[in-house]
């Protein structure tokens, strides 16, 4: 039979002192001495104390537990930015709760509503990649449950978020392109509705038109990122009588599943198709035939920003009773160059 918990009672008894003592010493409360917080928390460990969280939500209204949502934990990008949130919620004594939309909107809501009943303090999401609707989002803000979105955000006024400046990459990609000599480039990019996607393309469509170079809407597939979705998207632009001499896909992934494509089809675009991506994998190293740059979003970087405006984010709604005013941090990308062109 398993024993019993022990409690601050126990620990009052043994030290000689007050059960809100020993509550105050196990939070460094300073009206408790240095020699005693020191006692109280070494008698706390001999026993194996541990807090009662259910007693901390109804004491402080909180539960020091956030919620952290992603499309996917096997996406190297999503698991450094995790590293990046956990690193930030240890220091203050956060645990983080982790669960994966699968791109999914109905698995996004189902994984909210389990947060939620959780009493999480706050979530950091990455939206699905095919959500339409936002309402869910909407209701949480309403409620005032503390929200920072990151990497992919959604299009709603009035929010905490931290994310890649991807105009500025696409453009960054496209102008190293152009400086390769390539005057026809192709964007392999993401689902239409997806507020990334239209990112990439205004980036795309900048850097062309400021170097007198018109645009041409065929050269521009949105796909829905499936292995299926980049094939036909890469037979599109072998069909078209402009064959473009790089691609700029919408991440490493679409780059690496379009060299495969490119080994299976028998296309009449060059063999020497130069590919330009962004997310920066590390898996780029060891690949026979990386794309030629990628670019770095810093996802632990994103995950650290996150999490420290969500620990803001909670504590503002603690002090104040209006509505949190919107608070957005953007991070430069960087164009790794994995391969020169000869």
């Given at each position: 039979?398993?024993?019993?918990?022990?409690?601050?009672?126990?620990?009052?008894?043994?030290?000689?002192?007050?059960?809100?003592?020993v509550?105050?010493?196990?939070?460094?409360?300073p009206?408790?001495?240095?020699?005693?917080?020191e006692?109280?928390k070494?008698?706390?460990?001999?026993?194996?104390?541990?807090?009662?969280?259910?007693?901390?939500y109804?004491?402080k209204r909180?539960?020091?537990?956030?919620?952290v949502?992603?499309?996917?934990?096997?996406?190297?990008?999503?698991?450094?930015?995790?590293?990046?949130i956990?690193?930030?919620?240890l220091?203050?004594?956060?645990?983080?709760?982790?669960?994966?939309?699968?791109d999914?909107e109905?698995?996004?809501?189902?994984?909210i509503?389990?947060?939620?009943?959780?009493?999480v303090?706050?979530?950091i999401?990455?939206?699905a990649?095919?959500?339409?609707?936002?309402?869910?989002?909407?209701?949480?803000m309403q409620?005032?449950?503390?929200?920072v979105?990151?990497d992919?955000i959604?299009?709603?006024?009035?929010?905490?978020?931290v994310?890649a400046?991807?105009v500025e990459?696409?453009?960054?990609?496209?102008?190293?392109l152009?400086?390769?000599?390539?005057?026809i480039?192709?964007?392999?990019?993401?689902p239409e509705?997806l507020?990334?996607?239209?990112?990439?393309?205004q980036?795309?469509?900048?850097?062309?038109?400021?170097?007198?170079?018109k645009?041409?809407p065929?050269l521009?597939?949105?796909?829905?990122?499936s292995p299926?979705?980049?094939a036909?998207?890469?037979s599109?632009?072998?069909?078209?009588?402009?064959?473009?001499?790089?691609?700029?896909?919408?991440?490493?992934?679409?780059?690496?599943e379009?060299m495969?494509?490119?080994?299976?089809?028998?296309?009449e675009?060059?063999?020497?198709?130069?590919?330009?991506?962004f997310?920066?994998?590390?898996?780029?190293?060891?690949v026979?035939?990386p794309?030629?740059?990628?670019?770095?979003?810093?996802p632990y970087?994103?995950?650290?920003?996150a999490?420290?405006?969500?620990i803001?984010?909670?504590?503002?709604?603690?002090?104040y009773?209006?509505p949190l005013?919107?608070?957005?941090?953007t991070v430069?990308?960087?164009?790794?160059?994995?391969?020169?062109e000869?």
């Amino acid at each position: 039979m398993a024993s019993r918990m022990p409690t601050i009672k126990e620990i009052a008894r043994i030290v000689g002192v007050s059960p809100s003592a020993v509550s105050r010493a196990l939070h460094d409360h300073p009206s408790i001495g240095k020699d005693t917080r020191e006692k109280i928390k070494q008698v706390a460990a001999e026993l194996g104390y541990e807090p009662n969280q259910l007693a901390i939500y109804f004491q402080k209204r909180r539960t020091f537990t956030v919620g952290v949502i992603v499309a996917e934990l096997a996406e190297e990008f999503f698991s450094k930015a995790i590293s990046g949130i956990e690193d930030v919620a240890l220091q203050h004594d956060y645990t983080v709760l982790i669960g994966q939309s699968h791109d999914d909107e109905q698995q996004e809501r189902r994984v909210i509503e389990t947060m939620k009943r959780h009493h999480v303090d706050g979530l950091i999401v990455s939206i699905a990649k095919h959500v339409k609707h936002y309402d869910h989002y909407q209701r949480l803000m309403q409620h005032r449950l503390p929200l920072v979105f990151f990497d992919c955000i959604p299009q709603m006024p009035q929010i905490w978020a931290v994310e890649a400046d991807l105009v500025e990459g696409a453009m960054k990609a496209v102008r190293f392109l152009l400086r390769q000599g390539h005057r026809i480039i192709a964007l392999i990019n993401g689902p239409e509705t997806l507020p990334a996607s239209m990112q990439r393309l205004q980036g795309y469509r900048l850097a062309m038109e400021k170097n007198r170079l018109k645009y041409d809407p065929h050269l521009t597939l949105f796909t829905d990122l499936s292995p299926s979705g980049i094939a036909h998207a890469l037979s599109e632009l072998r069909d078209y009588k402009r064959k473009p001499t790089a691609i700029l896909a919408f991440n490493d992934y679409v780059a690496l599943e379009l060299m495969h494509e490119l080994k299976q089809q028998c296309a009449e675009i060059s063999d020497n198709l130069a590919i330009v991506s962004f997310a920066n994998l590390h898996i780029n190293k060891y690949v026979a035939h990386p794309p030629i740059a990628s670019l770095e979003q810093f996802p632990y970087e994103q995950g650290q920003k996150a999490m420290q405006l969500l620990i803001q984010a909670i504590q503002d709604k603690e002090q104040y009773n209006e509505p949190l005013s919107p608070r957005r941090i953007t991070v430069s990308p960087r164009l790794v160059i994995h391969v020169q062109e000869k």
